[in-house]
C-alpha cells in the first residue's frame, strides 16, 4: 500500500518535472512513510513518483518505480492477493523474478498477456505502468474502487496521483472545482468522478486509461466484467457458496510480511472476519476497537464475546471528547477531500498504528451486498411514490421535514434521484440558499449526474445494492478509509470486496440474499461460529457521539464562520435545538470553513 504520482508533460523542463513530482509525492508522504522513489524519462517528457508502505517483501527489491526487463517501470498502490498463483503461471512459462513482490507479478503479467491481465488480478489496485516498447503509459483501477486513483489531463499533459492535494501541491493556482459545494451539500460528500479540483478527475473503477505518447492524447477503456445475470441457486448452495468464496477471501487478505490486525466494532462483519482469520491463521489473531464514555455508543460487550471466543491480542481504546476536540484540525488537514464520515476511521487507524499494526482488515461491503441497510427495506415506497404526478413530488421541497423534503428528488427522471431519496442531504431551494446559486442550476447539476446504466436493469432490493454499493459506499466509505488510513501509514483491507466473493454473491437469486432479516444469508452460513448474540441484536452503526461533541466544538458553533449566511444560521440553531443531525451541520460548516481557507 503506498502513493503514487506521476507527469507526462512536453509543456515542462527536466528541472520543472523533478521538483513538481517531488512536491506531489511529499504531499503524500504520510501514506508512504517507509521510502520514496523517481523515475525521470526526459525522452518521454515523464516523471513517475512513489512513496511505500511496505507489506510485501519489505527488503530493498520493492523499491518503486520497479522496472522489468529494461521495457517496462510501474509505480504501484495496492495489494495483489493472487499473486502467489500468477507468480507460478507466470514462472511456468519462464518468466524470472528477482523480489518476492506483487509488483513485478504485475510487470511480468503485463508482459505475457498485455492490458488482458489487469482481469486476472485480485486485490485492490491502483498502478501506472510504462510500456517503452509501445511508448504507451497505462493508468489502472481495480474492479471494485477500492483505491483511488486522480487524474487531470491538458493539452498534451497527464497528471496523476492517489490523492487530489498531490494536484495541488504541483500547482498552488490550479483552479477549484465550482460545482464542488452543490454536490457536497447535496449527496454529503463529492461523488466520483467530480473532485475540488476543476479538470482533476477519478479514473472509474475497473477500467484503464492509455496514454499514447507519440500521439500525445489518451483513451479509457473497460477490463472489469459486467454485472453478472442471475443464477439458479438454492439457499443451501447459496449459504455453501458465501461462506467458501468470505474463507478464500479472508485467508488471501491475511498475506502479509509485516503486522496484521482486524477492526472489530462487536457488529456481525468485523465480528465474522474476527473469527474467520482465527481459523485461517495459526497465529494469534490482533483485534483493535475503539469505545466510548458514553454507553449508549459503545458495542464493548461485544466486542470481548469475540475476543474471547478466539483469545485474541485485544486493542481497545476510549475516544473522549477531549481527543475529538484535541484532533479535529488535524482530522481536517488529513482530509484529501472533504467528509462527513471520516473522524471515526481517523480514530482507528490511529490506535492501530500506534499498537504496531501495518494493516487491518475491514468490513466494509458486507452490508450493500447482503442487505444490511434500512434502505433496502424502502424499495416498494420508492416504487409508489413515483407513480404520483411529477408536479407533487417537486412541490416535496416545501415539506417542514428534511426526510420529506426529499421525496421532490423522486421527480427526476434520473435514477439518481432514487438515491438522493434515500440518502440526500439537502434539497436544491436549501443548497441554493447557502451557496446563493440559482436552484435551477442545481437541479440541472443533480439531474444531470453520470450513472451507470447497469442500474436501470435492475429493481427492487438489487436497485438499492447498486445505489448503496456503487454511490455511498464508493464516495463515502472506501474514499474516507484510504486517505484516513494512510494518514496513520495503514493499509485496510477488505475482504467482502474480494473479486471473486462480490461476483459469486452479485449472481445469487434476491430471494436468497435478501430476506426480511438483515444479512441473513450471512448469518446462517457462519450459524456455528458466529454467536447469536452478536447477529440477534438491533444493527448499530460504527458511529461516534457526534451529536453530543459538536455541541462544545466551538468553530461548528461560531457564527461568524457561517459568513452571515441566513439559511446557515438558520440550521445552526436548529442543530442546537436538537432538530438537525450533526453531519448535515457539519457539511454546511466544511463548505464554508473550506471556503475561508481557500
Excluded at 66 to 83: C, D, H, K, V
Amino acid at each position: 500500500m503506498c502513493r503514487i504520482a506521476g507527469i507526462i508533460s512536453q509543456k515542462l523542463n527536466t528541472k520543472e518535472t523533478e521538483m513538481g513530482i517531488q512536491r506531489m509525492c511529499d504531499a503524500m508522504h504520510k501514506g508512504g512513510p517507509d521510502g520514496k522513489g523517481y523515475l525521470l524519462l526526459p525522452h518521454l517528457n515523464l516523471a513517475f513518483g512513489h512513496r511505500r508502505l511496505s507489506l510485501i517483501d519489505l527488503s530493498e527489491n520493492g523499491k518503486q518505480p520497479m522496472p522489468y526487463q529494461n521495457e517496462l517501470w510501474i509505480t504501484f498502490n495496492g495489494e495483489i492477493y493472487n499473486y502467489p498463483a500468477l507468480k507460478e503461471d507466470l514462472m511456468a512459462k519462464g518468466f524470472i523474478f528477482n523480489s518476492g513482490t506483487d509488483t513485478e507479478v504485475i510487470l511480468a503479467g503485463y508482459q505475457a498477456y498485455g492490458t488482458g491481465f489487469f482481469k486476472k488480478l485480485r486485490g485492490m489496485f491502483a498502478f501506472a505502468l510504462l510500456d517503452q516498447k509501445t511508448k504507451q503509459t497505462f493508468l489502472v483501477r481495480d474492479e471494485q474502487g477500492i483505491k483511488p486513483l486522480y487524474y487531470a489531463t491538458k493539452e498534451k499533459e497527464l497528471y496523476f496521483a492517489s490523492e487530489v492535494k498531490a494536484f495541488k501541491a504541483f500547482n498552488t493556482h490550479w483552479k477549484d472545482n465550482s460545482d464542488w459545494p452543490v454536490y457536497f451539500l447535496s449527496f454529503g460528500f463529492i461523488p466520483e468522478p467530480y473532485t475540488t479540483l476543476e479538470g482533476v478527475y477519478n479514473l472509474p473503477k475497473g477500467h484503464f486509461l492509455t496514454w499514447d505518447h507519440q500521439q500525445q492524447h489518451f483513451t479509457i477503456g473497460k477490463f472489469a466484467d459486467n454485472y453478472p445475470p442471475e443464477q439458479e441457486t438454492t439457499t443451501l448452495q447459496a449459504q455453501s457458496l458465501t461462506k467458501t468464496k468470505l474463507d478464500q477471501a479472508v485467508k488471501r487478505h491475511l498475506i502479509a510480511d509485516a503486522p496484521i490486525g482486524v477492526f472489530l466494532s462487536g457488529g456481525i462483519d468485523s465480528s465474522l472476519l474476527s473469527l474467520i482469520a482465527n481459523e485461517q491463521t495459526p497465529q494469534t489473531v490482533n483485534t483493535v476497537s475503539i469505545n466510548f464514555n458514553e454507553q449508549e455508543f459503545s458495542e464493548q460487550q461485544y466486542q470481548k464475546i469475540i475476543a474471547k471466543q478466539i483469545s485474541s491480542k485485544h486493542i481497545s481504546y476510549t475516544v473522549t471528547s477531549h481527543d475529538f476536540e484535541t484532533n479535529m484540525e488535524q482530522i481536517f488537514a488529513d482530509m484529501d477531500q472533504p467528509s462527513n464520515d471520516g473522524v471515526n476511521s481517523w480514530f482507528v487507524n490511529k490506535v492501530a498504528q500506534e499498537n504496531g499494526l501495518k494493516a487491518v482488515l475491514s468490513g466494509i461491503g458486507a452490508d450493500e451486498l447482503f442487505g444490511g441497510y434500512p434502505s433496502f427495506k424502502r424499495h416498494q415506497l420508492i416504487r409508489k411514490l413515483k407513480k404520483a404526478p411529477r408536479f407533487l413530488l417537486k412541490g416535496a421541497k416545501y415539506l417542514p421535514s428534511d426526510k420529506l423534503k426529499r421525496i421532490s428528488f423522486l421527480a427526476y427522471k434520473n435514477p439518481i434521484g432514487e438515491y438522493l431519496f434515500l440518502r440526500g442531504f439537502y434539497t436544491p431551494n436549501v443548497v441554493g440558499k447557502l451557496l446563493q446559486v440559482p436552484e435551477n442550476k442545481i437541479e440541472e447539476l443533480l439531474a444531470s449526474y453520470p450513472l451507470g446504466k447497469e442500474v436501470e436493469k435492475l429493481s427492487a432490493e438489487d436497485r438499492i445494492s447498486w445505489f448503496e454499493t456503487n454511490i455511498y459506499m464508493q464516495n463515502q466509505l472506501l474514499k474516507d478509509t484510504d486517505y484516513m488510513s494512510m494518514a496513520h501509514g495503514i493499509e485496510v483491507r477488505v475482504p467482502f470486496l474480494d473479486q471473486d466473493l462480490v461476483a459469486a454473491t452479485l449472481a445469487l437469486p434476491k430471494h436468497t440474499r435478501f430476506t426480511a432479516q438483515p444479512k441473513s444469508l450471512l448469518i446462517s452460513a457462519y450459524r456455528t461460529l458466529l454467536p447469536e448474540a452478536i447477529w440477534n441484536r438491533p444493527k448499530k452503526g460504527f458511529t461516534f457521539p457526534f451529536q453530543h461533541w459538536f455541541k462544545s466544538y466551538q468553530p461548528m458553533q461560531n457564527q461568524a464562520h457561517y459568513q452571515q449566511n441566513d439559511q446557515a444560521l438558520a440550521l445552526l440553531k436548529q442543530f442546537k435545538r436538537n432538530k438537525l443531525h450533526w453531519s448535515k451541520l457539519f457539511a454546511v460548516y466544511q463548505v464554508f470553513h473550506h471556503a475561508k481557507k481557500a
